[in-house]
């Protein structure tokens, strides 16, 4: 079944299967770069141009606020969740904790969840622990431990006040993609919400999570989700969007989100999900969109530009960690969306200066070959005697890279020469 959608004439196509947009095609497997440019120069070329548009991009943006961006979060990732079959969870929220306790460290304060409970294990008190504010899911299900959920968030408003800032009702589950219909969705919103309301006279935003391609439809069902959620939470990925351009890193984002917020309020607007793998293969109907840290470390950047110039705060990067390897997901790459592996390790630490950057400093920070900079006009040099224009279509090879899921001997082989950006001031 054809699960592409048109964004009004801007040539993006959303997809989507559980968190990400994926169809059942299969993946694509570029071809060999020309023989007069080895693959390595050509990955290398196209990172320095990502890299140096992302430092132009930030100009319009040094005179903002940092960004303050909150990272995905779930437990599926940990030795001690048993993911695959029966198995004790008595050690889950030790585990949640020590996730949590290295969150607070990055300097990261604020996580979305997928649940409020996990194994009947709330995740609220061990936030508040270590000083995160959630925005805190309740899954959706048919099943009656939904009541838990429930349950478990108004709980959390009770006991923690200052660490709820949020309830998401539902991921990605909104008719025609997913199964609950809309109505469904805003009737569990607002018994929530009263419930909250008349139990502890707080007024708490209860919104839901859906595909951007959902909040685009031109569907009174969708119009109707909107207008009875406080929170709009917007699933959105440029990595799944062939039209993407490493010279124009924001421009996915920018086209869709003028549209958002044609629509839409912007105070209900929130980036719920955004990301760049660092493994795994490029999908068939994007293939010059190539998962490897690189590319993820420089969308990072991209993104947080991006936040900044539009003055947003608390969008969130998905995910925190990697996946577990022993998870059934619908692609290799789902395995690789983590800032730190699932054994978390950190992927490499870079410093995050959203400052614009001299010729000089950018040549040094990516330690690239001839990268310059002159009147704002890009100019790459390959080897001796070829060059490249930033505005020529670059072909990105597949990555070479080892990943956390293969069989190598150690994972920080893997990422032993990349490295990942963190909201923070301070390296580890």
């Not at 799944?240 to 629509?263: E, G």
Request: one cysteine or more.
């Amino acid at each position: 079944m054809d699960k592409t959608l048109t964004l009004y004439g801007t040539g993006s196509s959303v997809w989507s299967d559980i968190h990400h947009p994926f169809g059942n095609s299969s993946f694509f497997k570029l071809p060999p770069c020309p023989s007069a440019v080895s693959q390595l120069q050509v990955m290398q070329v196209v990172r320095f141009a990502f890299a140096a548009l992302i430092s132009l991009y930030t100009v319009g943006a040094q005179n903002t606020p940092s960004p303050a961006l909150g990272a995905c979060y779930s437990p599926f990732h940990l030795a001690e969740y048993p993911l695959t079959g029966p198995g004790s969870a008595e050690a889950v929220p030790t585990g949640i904790e020590a996730d949590f306790a290295q969150m607070a460290k990055l300097k990261f304060t604020q996580v979305r969840t997928y649940y409020s409970s996990y194994f009947g294990h709330d995740i609220a008190p061990l936030a508040a622990k270590h000083g995160l504010q959630l925005h805190l899911g309740v899954y959706m299900t048919y099943e009656l431990w939904y009541q838990n959920q429930v349950d478990s968030a108004v709980k959390a408003v009770k006991a923690h006040p200052k660490t709820i800032k949020a309830i998401l009702v539902g991921n990605e589950n909104v008719a025609p993609y997913g199964r609950y219909a809309a109505d469904d969705i805003v009737a569990k919103m607002k018994v929530i919400r009263d419930r909250i309301k008349n139990e502890t006279g707080l007024s708490v935003p209860v919104g839901t999570v859906q595909r951007v391609a959902e909040w685009l439809l031109d569907d009174p069902k969708i119009k109707k989700l909107a207008a009875n959620s406080d929170i709009l939470g917007v699933n959105l990925y440029p990595f799944f969007d062939n039209s993407f351009d490493p010279t124009k890193p924001a421009a996915v984002l920018d086209s869709v989100w003028s549209v958002l917020t044609q629509r839409y309020p912007l105070s209900k607007l929130r980036i719920t999900e955004t990301g760049w793998p660092s493994g795994g293969s490029p999908p068939s109907f994007a293939p010059k969109n190539v998962p490897n840290l690189a590319n993820a470390k420089l969308y990072y950047k991209t993104f947080l530009a991006w936040m900044a110039s539009k003055g947003r705060q608390g969008d969130f990067w998905y995910n925190m960690y990697d996946s577990r390897p022993d998870e059934k997901l619908p692609a290799d790459v789902e395995y690789h969306f983590g800032l730190l592996t699932h054994k978390r390790d950190v992927k490499g630490v870079l410093k995050l200066d959203t400052s614009v950057q001299n010729d000089a400093t950018l040549d040094r920070q990516f330690n690239g070959p001839n990268v310059l900079l002159v009147n704002s006009t890009l100019n790459l040099t390959i080897g001796t005697n070829q060059s490249v224009a930033a505005s020529e279509t670059i072909v990105f090879p597949p990555s070479s890279r080892a990943s956390d899921g293969d069989n190598t001997p150690s994972m920080n082989q893997a990422y032993d020469n990349d490295e990942i950006l963190l909201p923070s001031s301070e390296q580890f």
